[in-house]
């Protein structure tokens, strides 16, 4: 079973599934950006994305660090949409 794994600042480690994503530790949400701008600076200042595997060009695990959940959720809803198996 395949994974995805992101990071966020108001929840620190979410496991996200093909059909779900689960919280798995809570802290303290951070303010809520005031406009477009602020949002891309904190995503430009905490995102890290690492690459946990990379076996062949048809395997790859990593996780994302500093991102928004909403952000994680579209990206996990693409790759669903775009690649046949993840």
Same mark, same amino acid.
Do not use: R, W
């Given at each position: 079973q395949k994974k995805i794994v992101a990071m966020s600042?108001?929840?620190?480690?979410?496991?996200?599934? $093909?059909?779900?994503?689960? /919280?798995?530790?809570?802290?303290?949400?951070?303010?809520?950006?005031?406009?477009?701008?602020e949002f891309l600076d904190r995503l430009?200042?905490?995102? /890290?994305?690492r690459i946990l595997e990379h076996e062949d060009k048809n395997h790859l695990v990593? $996780?994302?660090?500093?991102?928004d959940v909403s952000l994680a959720?579209?990206?996990r809803r693409i790759m669903i949409a775009e690649f046949p198996t993840m």
């Open positions: 600042s108001a929840v620190k480690h979410y496991d996200i599934q $093909e059909h779900c994503i689960n /919280k798995v530790y809570k802290t303290p949400a951070p303010p809520i950006p005031k406009d477009g701008d430009k200042s905490d995102f /890290k994305m990593f $996780e994302m660090i500093g991102i959720n579209a990206l």
